[in-house]
């Protein structure tokens, strides 16, 4: 069989919708910040493919997209974690359903 | 490449003060000198599009066609700038909180404001997704800025959801990427056009992954769920903030994809569905969630959802009616309107809240209208505003779109927006009923009023004055707004 690109596609797409699940699901802080993390990589996976299978200009822009995914990804989650750090001093919880102080 | 730089200078100003106040801030402890500087920095903004706008720099583009300088981008330039302005005027009381902080939280209002900026001259998708992060990164920790239980949890959720919705946009413009083989919003248009045939059901799938990560920045429903958590756990200057500059910014960049990228004869016919849908849900879900709340910042929260419904609405009508100037700039002085109003709105509250003891609360600000008559009157003002009551901005705005969306065969959408506009005036009103008809159950503390600080009240008369010079000479800004929207639609 001959991988081409509809594979990946299709293993981006799948990337993607499991860690929109893990995103909605999870309910610890970390658990979404990781479901986000997979749908980030499954784009990249897809920006990848595209890369490959493209001509030289949508390489080239693909490949500088994904870069900047990376970094942009990282600044996000060192952000995040440091919000999480704060939500668990103050509560001594980072489960997402019982930091429920702001509702309605 | 020198003259590309300066085609960035307005956001550069603020990015290059951002950074050295970071660094002031540790032998700086002067809080009207840091002030100063970063309200310099955003006036140099202002006066930097200004020049680009006077010397014929309009229309140019830079770094090979990322970012563009049009009248479009500078109108909201100067928008997003005086709207960061003003944020910071009413911070007083916020940098009295944190003394040790003032530097950062200075910082980021100009660093996020670069970012919005950004996004209103992209071009391009990578440029579009680094300028909605580096508003995005920065608006996170603003939220969360007081570090206490309710600033951390807004902040957290504003993160996850946020994060959520910009891989979720990311996602859509790698299908886009992946489509037409281009970032750049002109070549995807001309692909569009030449090659787009039978490839409408993947460009709608892409849209709508766009609109779901741009409608998240707009607080559109139902992706508005970060908006009322971050507005009550946020510093109310950095509420007021959110709740116009990032919505002014996102509806730019929604006008400029939707109709640049995306605008293709086609493709509009679905956009116009899309908008319209969001529109109606986005009217009743912020209006009904609005009505049940007791905590004011939560209510102009929800208020600000229903808003960009009906900034939707011009967006439904764009679609419907190609080429069509009026709704585009009724869009756009809608906005400035909002703005204004809002920016009004919640510096009364920061000034209210000083005074109540740092309550947010609806019902203790019953029997206000006699305490202190000047900010009733003014609060009270800019909420019947809000609702859209003639003279004042957001009544022509909204008289702009309704008729907008009636002659693009939309009538029922114009309808809808009726309808929801006396919803609103149900929650709008109550406050008001409270200040001047209730009585307040204890005149105890009437003794220990705080003197207001001479900016916030400097502010609150210069938004006033705006809401009032707007909605008694709408000419000005409307030919402002058409000027600017002629840069997309010509």
């Known amino acids: ?104 | 490449m020198l003259s590309d730089v300066n085609l960035l200078g307005p956001e550069l100003v603020l990015l290059v003060v951002g950074g050295f106040l970071l660094i002031a801030d540790l032998f700086i402890k002067d809080r009207r000198l840091l002030m100063g500087t970063t309200l310099a920095a955003l006036l140099g903004s202002i006066l930097y599009s200004a020049v680009l706008l006077t010397e014929g720099h309009v229309g140019s583009q830079g770094f090979g066609g990322v970012h563009v300088v049009d009248k479009f981008a500078i109108f909201f330039q100067i928008l997003l700038a005086g709207a960061a302005m003003a944020a910071v005027l009413v911070s007083t009381e916020t940098m009295q909180r944190t003394p040790s902080r003032r530097g950062e939280y200075l910082a980021l209002i100009l660093f996020s404001t670069a970012g919005l900026q950004l996004l209103a001259g992209s071009r391009d998708l990578i440029m579009i997704f680094i300028a909605l992060e580096l508003t995005s990164i920065s608006q996170y920790i603003l939220v969360g800025f007081y570090k206490d239980r309710w600033g951390s949890e807004g902040g957290l959720k504003y993160l996850l959801t946020g994060a959520v919705a910009s891989a979720v946009l990311l996602y859509g413009m790698a299908i886009l990427l992946g489509l037409t083989g281009s970032t750049n919003l002109s070549e995807i248009a001309s692909y569009i056009a030449w090659q787009g045939d039978g490839k409408e059901d993947a460009l709608i799938l892409a849209a709508v992954f766009l609109i779901a990560g741009f409608g998240f920045k707009a607080a559109v429903a139902p992706f508005q769920m970060w908006a009322p958590d971050a507005y009550t756990g946020a510093p109310t200057p950095i509420a007021a903030y959110l709740s116009v500059a990032s919505k002014a910014a996102a509806f730019a960049i929604l006008i400029r994809v939707f109709f640049e990228a995306l605008g293709d004869d086609l493709l509009a016919e679905h956009w116009k569905t899309i908008f319209a849908v969001l529109a109606t849900i986005s009217m009743f879900v912020g209006n009904f969630f609005a009505i049940r709340q007791n905590n004011i910042k939560r209510m102009l929260a929800y208020s600000s959802v229903a808003q960009a419904g009906t900034l939707m609405i011009g967006l439904a009508a764009i679609s419907a009616d190609r080429g069509e100037l009026l709704g585009a700039s009724g869009i756009l002085f809608y906005l400035a309107g909002y703005t204004v109003t809002n920016l009004a709105a919640f510096t009364v509250i920061v000034l209210i809240a000083n005074q109540n003891g740092g309550s947010y609360d609806i019902r203790k600000y019953a029997g206000l209208g006699k305490k202190s008559p000047w900010l009733s009157i003014v609060l009270a003002f800019a909420l019947i505003s809000l609702i859209g009551l003639p003279p004042t901005a957001v009544f022509f705005g909204k008289i702009y779109l309704f008729e907008t969306a009636v002659q693009s065969g939309l009538a029922w959408l114009a309808v809808i927006g009726t309808v929801n506009t006396l919803i609103s005036a149900a929650y709008y009103l109550r406050p008001v009923k409270a200040m001047f008809i209730d009585t307040a159950e204890d005149e105890a503390d009437e003794t220990s009023m705080p003197r207001p600080s001479n900016s916030v009240l400097a502010t609150m008369g210069l938004v006033t004055a705006g809401v009032l010079v707007i909605g008694l000479h709408p000419g000005l800004l409307i030919n402002a707004a058409e000027a600017a929207v002629s840069a997309i639609f010509s």
């Open chain 1, 1 to 104: 069989m001959i991988i081409g690109l509809e594979h990946y596609l299709v293993l981006g797409a799948l990337l993607f919708c499991i860690g929109f699940f893990i995103a909605l699901s999870k309910k610890n802080a970390i658990g979404v910040l990781i479901g986000v993390e997979l749908m980030l990589n499954a784009v990249n996976l897809t920006l990848v493919a595209f890369s490959r299978f493209g001509s030289a200009e949508v390489a080239l822009s693909t490949q500088v997209f994904v870069v900047f995914i990376i970094a942009v990804a990282a600044a996000e989650v060192a952000v995040g974690l440091a919000l999480a750090l704060v939500v668990y001093r103050n509560r001594q919880t980072i489960s997402v359903d019982r930091t429920t102080l702001l509702k309605g």
